[in-house]
């Protein structure tokens, strides 16, 4: 079955503490994106990637990181969570990005306290 | 900075209405796409349209796209329970066609 696939899909954690969400599609697709959801603010793009090692910045990716070292993998990095980043986050994956549809993961939802 | 923008925020309609949701976005596009989500799940591709389209149909749905007014509507027919969900359009950046951007979304509900 064709999924994008993260966990984990709900942490709690306290201020400071790394975390990594990991995500991982078998659809051999090449765009991957990390996105959050917030109240009244709809879907932000944190990170998007083209290909493996081709990573670039969405609208609010101040205190995120990701690496894409294979295709099927995208890992976002929360090197040192604050309270601001409790949220909803989904990850995406689609052939090109732009023009084609855009599969989702379930989510994960992260309480930083 | 957000791309689309749903109007309305909410809607409520009766089981068998149709239910139109608008989106308005600020720079050209070469896409765009709307997608539905049930309550905290994640998103569903419903239909994308390119800029150079005027319409396109799926089952019930009905996207229009007006580049010169920078908007676009999703008619859904003949409303079903199944329906009651938040709807977002998504548009990528003609000049930036990798970053994807949603609006903040519709919310629908359907009463029986």
């Known amino acids: 079955e064709a999924q994008v696939t993260q966990n984990p899909r709900y942490l709690i954690t306290v201020t400071g503490k790394k975390l990594t969400v990991t995500c991982s599609q078998n659809?051999?697709?090449?765009?991957m994106s990390w996105y959050r959801q917030d109240p009244g603010l709809g879907l932000r793009q944190i990170y998007y990637s083209m290909n493996v090692e081709v990573t670039d910045k969405g609208d609010v990716p101040e205190g995120y990181k990701v690496s894409r070292k294979e295709k099927r993998n995208f890992p976002l990095i929360l090197e040192s969570p604050s309270p601001n980043q409790t949220s909803l986050y989904f990850c995406?994956?689609?052939?090109?990005?732009?023009?084609?549809?855009?599969?989702f993961g379930q989510g994960t939802r992260l309480t930083v306290v | 900075s957000q791309q689309g923008e749903e109007d309305p925020q909410a809607l409520s309609i009766q089981e068998g209405e149709n239910a139109t949701m608008n989106c308005s976005y600020k720079?050209?596009?070469?896409?765009l796409q709307w997608y539905r989500q049930n309550s905290g799940r994640g998103l569903v591709h419903l239909i994308l349209?390119?800029?150079?389209?005027r319409e396109k149909h799926s089952g019930r749905l009905r996207v229009t796209l007006d580049t010169s007014k920078k908007s676009s509507s999703l008619l859904i027919t003949a409303s079903r329970a199944a329906d009651t969900a938040s709807y977002f359009c998504?548009?990528?950046?003609?000049?930036?066609?990798?970053?994807?951007?949603f609006g903040s979304g519709t919310r629908l509900s359907i009463r029986p």
């Open positions: 995406a994956s689609s052939f090109t990005g732009r023009d084609t549809e855009a599969f």
């Open positions: 349209i390119r800029s150079n389209e």
């Open positions: 659809m051999n697709h090449e765009y």
């Open positions: 720079t050209s596009i070469n896409n």
């Open positions: 998504a548009t990528d950046r003609y000049s930036s066609a990798s970053k994807i951007i």
